[in-house]
């Protein structure tokens, strides 16, 4: 799943990309992907791209005269920057990863795709980014909230670290994997409890989500367009690498799966070499 910093990088691209040109037409192939009906698709033919910016883990491609078009990419959702397209003829409703297209007027354009078939996309075409459910909860963004907001924020809920510091309403666009990294960089358990976390400890883990965040946003912005996949992450620690070695100290790195997921973490560098028990994930399901 694209999470900030992946989103930040596409937000990045079309900022570089897409800015100052106009849209010929957007086109929804998807229909469930789309949820607003008002305004219409058809409102931003015309309109020109003035910005893209990000909202946790929500891109708003931002036209003149007050009009967003909002993308929560969810699970499986990228967006593709096509130079050109390879037919005029507008997409046809139907079961094709395409869900929404956005021509520009110099051929140029942007597919907002989907894999798989379990279609979780959302786009919204709004006048307002705060209508949008998602991002009127959104918590503050955790690369800018300074350590009495990040402390605030966590503390607000009580829970295991790893499912508050994923909470979009505690900080906005830290997901399962940059979690992962986040507290293994702050070298605590993904169980730890936060109603129990030390000033120092909330201390360390402020300064590890904005480095590790921080770091993984310049590296996605250094990627060229092409090479901008969703699935294409570098300087992961612990994530998605359950039995390589820890590189900071050597350990195997061990996993906690759920039904949907899982996690990643080191035992010597975050749980004091003790492997998390497996009876003890049904409290961070869900
Ligand atoms: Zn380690």
Same mark, same amino acid.
């Given at each position: ?49 003035? /910005? ?26 990228? +967006? ?14 139907? $079961? ?21 078939? !379990?279609?979780? #996309?959302?786009?919204? +075409? ?11 909860? +959104?918590?503050? /963004?955790?690369?800018?909230? /300074? ?24 900080? %906005? ?9 986040? @507290? ?15 000033? /120092? ?6 300064? %590890?989500?904005? !480095? ?5 946003? %310049? ?9 901008? $996949? ?32 899982? #996690? ?11 492997? +998390?028990?497996?009876?003890? @994930? ?5």
């Amino acid at each position: 799943m694209p999470e900030l910093p992946e989103v930040e990088a596409l937000a990045g691209y079309l900022r570089q990309r897409a800015v100052g040109r106009r849209v010929d037409r957007l086109e929804v192939a998807a229909i469930s992907a789309l949820k607003t009906y008002d305004p219409p698709p058809t409102a931003a033919t015309g309109r020109t791209v003035v /910005d893209a910016r990000r909202h946790g883990k929500f891109l708003d491609v931002v036209f003149d005269g007050d009009l967003h078009l909002v993308v929560h990419l969810a699970r499986a959702g990228w +967006l593709h920057y096509r130079e050109a397209f390879p037919s005029a003829t507008p997409l046809r409703p139907g $079961k094709g990863p395409i869900a929404v297209r956005v021509r520009l007027d110099d051929g140029s354009g942007f597919d907002l795709t989907e894999a798989g078939t !379990q279609k979780k #996309l959302a786009a919204y +075409l709004v006048t307002d980014p705060t209508a949008v459910p998602g991002v009127a909860k +959104l918590g503050p /963004d955790p690369l800018t909230a /300074d350590l009495p907001t990040f402390t605030e924020r966590l503390r607000s809920r009580r829970g295991r670290v790893k499912l508050v510091l994923t909470d979009q309403a505690v900080l %906005a666009g830290v997901g399962n994997a940059y979690s992962d990294e986040i @507290l293994h960089a702050a070298k605590l358990s993904p169980y730890a409890l936060t109603d129990r976390l030390t000033d /120092d400890q909330l201390a360390a883990l402020h300064a %590890a989500t904005r !480095q590790v965040l921080g770091d993984a946003v %310049a590296r996605s912005l250094g990627q060229r367009a092409a090479e901008l $996949k969703g699935e294409k992450r570098s300087g992961l620690k612990v994530h998605a690498r359950t039995g390589l070695p820890c590189p900071v100290c050597g350990d195997t790195v061990r996993e906690v799966s759920f039904s949907d997921s899982s #996690l990643q973490y080191c035992p010597t560098c975050q749980t004091g070499g003790k492997p +998390l028990a497996d009876r003890r @994930l049904s409290r961070l399901v869900r």
